[in-house]
């Protein structure tokens, strides 16, 4: 049942990336690389993307996504997202000034989708392990910041800021934490998609802080 179910997800994200795939050869590489701010190598015909300091090779025109080495990417969202960022991407610098994942247009319709799979995820993998926040946030060449108990602000894809706060919990009180996005968020991706950037943050900083 498991298995099925599992079968099942996969084919349900292989189709948004298929269609971006698809969409991804209508945009100029050149373009992109200038709203991105991510190297295309004409003569390879490939772009560099560094997500959570990991870093990814995108072929173009054909979509397709490897990790550093070459090999193969086999999670479907990361693959979809890192498309979306190329396409959708604005050039916009970071404002400095933070914005809460309501603040971007539609993030009230999916607010609870991200506030299950993103923030309260980071409190419950966080809200009594500071120093495992501490030790994933600084291997993702995270910046220590001023709120809660412990923040980071860490450089999701390129221009693209998270600023992550968390309010160690104890016997008394339940941990709380926050999720912050720098303004010019809302010219790389949509609300839908910052459900996404979330929940691939969220499943970086556990992997760093436990291995």
Known sequence: MQNNQAVQEKRKDKIPY????????NFDPLEMSNNTG????????????????????????SGNILNNDYTEVEKYPI???????????????????????????????????FYGRCILRFQKTFGKNLEGFKKAAENCNGIKVNGGDLAYKIEFINNVYITLILWQGDEEFEATSQILFDGNVMFYFTAEDLA???????????????S
Do not use: W
């Open 18 to 25: 298929e269609y971006n795939k698809s969409q991804f050869k």
């Open 38 to 61: 991510c190297p295309y190598n004409e003569e390879k015909q490939e772009f560099t993307v560094t997500v959570m300091n990991n870093k990814y090779v995108v072929q173009y025109p």
């Open 79 to 113: 693959k979809t997202l890192i498309l979306r960022y190329l396409i959708n991407a604005k050039g916009i610098e970071p404002s400095h000034k933070t914005i809460t994942y309501r603040e971007v247009s539609g993030g009230n319709v999916y607010y609870n989708n």
């Open 196 to 210: 996404f950037v979330g929940d691939i943050c969220m499943g970086a900083l556990t992997k760093k802080a436990f």
